[in-house]
């Protein structure tokens, strides 16, 4: 597979602050990445250095195995934080004078603005656009030049869940295009649902680097619940529990009861269990991993967040 | 090159405030120096002693080669405008962050400054060819008679005043990429040339060295010429010296401009 971006070492301190420290990374070509992390955990930073406006402190990168340069940038599209645009210029002009920087034929205006869905709109000027329209249009241009990989940087971010929809369907769409995207985000069900491989960013420090997939693996957790007086006890005796723990429902009711199993066993298991002790249960539900969850132990495990790095 | 150039312009050219402003720039200049001799005609009429000393049409104002140094020296006054216009388009690069999307979709950061440098160096030649065509019009109608080498004496002036119109056009780049701010930068290009002077006169205060300050070097280029009215002498060309002094100042301000954006995160 031919290895589209690979970091090495990369580094930026603002005065005493290490945005980012020391970074590794390596994205694929076809991977859609997600670049994880809490607000301020180095993601933009490190955009901004693969894409040239912010001078790395040390370290290396190089895209498709050469030098970074601004002519290799032309056939990178990205969106950086927020979408920037001319606000004096119309949505068609803007998209004509990215066009001409990034040496792309004026043919490709109409289609990207197809893609986006700004053809209706692409006579009106930047500033009478919508939030949700100047995120696509941001796309749009980004896509201007057929670009073979694309950064995107919180792409809903400020959305309605209508915006976001749209937004997500666009990226599910470029990806089926056989496009390597790099998506950073800090909305994780975002990442979970369109992204292959992701990496996990702290304080400017990657702390985990792996494919999705492997998300959803490990033990299963199930919730029960049933009306038995000593369902806690009789779920203790199922062999296959690993926890028995019991929730808060909302507003003083009484919640499920949460039950992790151990490997090889599944929700079916217990099913069978609680019907042979003679309870039926009104509600089984199997909790898949989530990748929020992960996230939250992967943070944990890199250590207590208000500990300064030194 | 040219590319870069038509960028810039196409940026420019959508902006109504840059008709506005090179508007009342090209229309004043136009107005001011090819309506001199009429305005002092008028007044002549109007106001009983104006002109009563000396009449007033036979001062050669408009008279070759006068005509061309006249013309230029007035319409050095107006270059703030020009330079107003383009702290305008270098700050808004900054307000909208439009200078780092430009550098992310694949402009090199020398190229962005290239392409700014080279709408000065247009609107220079802008101003340039335009007040050779006022001063050639103007000089072809006033003039009594008309001798080929009168006509073509003084007109290195012309060169002159490009340099002049661009290097100022320079500073005021350069000012628009450190300070970053449109209002702000237009204030300081409004005192530099004040705080200058005081530099040169209370500061410094070596005579020797006084031609070769930036911005004095580059309004030195075109000496006042009306004291020659009043029979004073009058330096009727452009000094080598300060012609190098000022080409210098306008190299060293796009090369600071250049550190500058290359140095920082944008």
Request: proline letters at 3%; a neutral charge.
């Amino acid at each position: 597979m031919e290895t589209v971006l690979s970091i090495q070492g990369l580094t930026k301190h603002f005065g005493s602050l290490r945005a980012v420290n020391q970074l590794n990374l390596e994205v694929q070509a076809g991977q859609v990445f997600g670049m994880l992390g809490p607000n301020g955990s180095g993601k933009t930073t490190t955009l901004g250095m693969l894409m040239g406006v912010v001078n790395p402190t040390s370290g290396d990168f190089r895209w498709f195995g050469q030098q970074p340069t601004h002519t290799v940038r032309k056939n990178i599209g990205a969106v950086l934080e927020h979408p920037i645009f001319y606000p004096y210029m119309s949505g068609q002009m803007n998209l004509e004078v990215n066009a001409m920087i990034k040496g792309a034929s004026k043919a490709s205006i109409d289609k990207v603005l197809d893609v986006i869905g700004l053809t209706d709109r692409r006579n009106d000027k930047y500033r009478t656009y919508s939030l949700g329209m100047k995120q696509r249009l941001a796309i749009g241009s980004a896509l201007l030049n057929d670009p073979k990989v694309l950064i995107l940087d919180e792409p809903t971010n400020g959305l309605d869940p209508m915006g976001i929809a749209e937004i997500r369907e666009i990226i599910k769409r470029i990806a089926a295009d056989n496009k390597t995207i790099i998506l950073a985000s800090h909305l994780l069900d975002e990442v979970q649902r369109v992204c292959t491989h992701f990496a996990v960013l702290r304080r400017g420090t990657l702390v985990h680097s792996g494919p999705i997939g492997d998300v959803g693996n490990g033990e299963e957790t199930v919730e029960v619940v049933a009306f038995h007086d000593d369902l806690n006890h009789i779920l203790m005796q199922f062999q296959g529990a690993l926890t028995v723990q019991r929730t808060n429902g909302l507003a003083g009711h009484v919640g499920p009861f949460e039950v992790k199993l151990r490997e090889g066993f599944s929700a079916s298991d217990l099913n069978k269990f609680l019907f042979e002790k003679g309870i039926v249960a009104s509600h089984l539900l199997t909790q898949k991993k989530s990748l929020e969850k992960q996230f939250l132990e992967i943070l944990a495990e890199a250590g207590p967040e208000n500990k300064k790095p030194r | 090159m040219l590319h870069l150039l038509k960028i810039d312009l196409k940026k420019l050219t959508n902006y109504r405030t840059f008709w506005v402003v090179c508007g009342m720039y090209f229309i004043t200049l136009a107005f001011v120096t090819a309506s001199g001799m009429e305005v002092l005609k008028f007044a002549a009429t109007k106001i009983s002693d104006f002109g009563g000393e000396l009449n007033i049409t036979r001062v050669p104002f408009y008279h070759f080669p006068d005509v061309w140094q006249n013309l230029i020296w007035v319409s050095g006054l107006f270059k703030f405008v020009l330079g107003v216009m383009i702290i305008i388009s270098i700050t808004n690069e900054f307000a909208y962050r439009t200078v780092r999307q430009n550098v992310i979709d694949g402009m090199s950061r020398w190229e962005f400054l290239q392409s700014k440098i080279l709408t000065n160096a247009v609107l220079a030649a802008t101003s340039t060819v335009l007040l050779f065509l006022i001063a050639l019009i103007t000089g072809l109608i006033y003039s009594p008679e008309l001798h080929f080498a009168e006509i073509i004496d003084d007109v290195e002036f012309f060169p002159a005043y490009f340099l002049q119109v661009f290097g100022y056009l320079s500073f005021a780049l350069l000012l628009g990429v450190f300070i970053n701010r449109a209002g702000l930068t237009i204030i300081v290009l409004m005192l530099a040339r004040a705080l200058e002077l005081f530099v040169i006169h209370k500061v410094v205060d070596v005579d020797l060295l006084t031609p070769y300050f930036p911005l004095e070097s580059i309004e030195g280029l075109i000496t006042f010429p009306f004291q020659r009215y009043v029979f004073l002498e009058v330096l009727d060309h452009p000094l080598i010296t300060t012609v190098l002094s000022a080409a210098f100042w306008t190299f060293m301000f796009n090369y600071f401009a250049y550190l500058k954006l290359k140095k920082s995160d944008i």
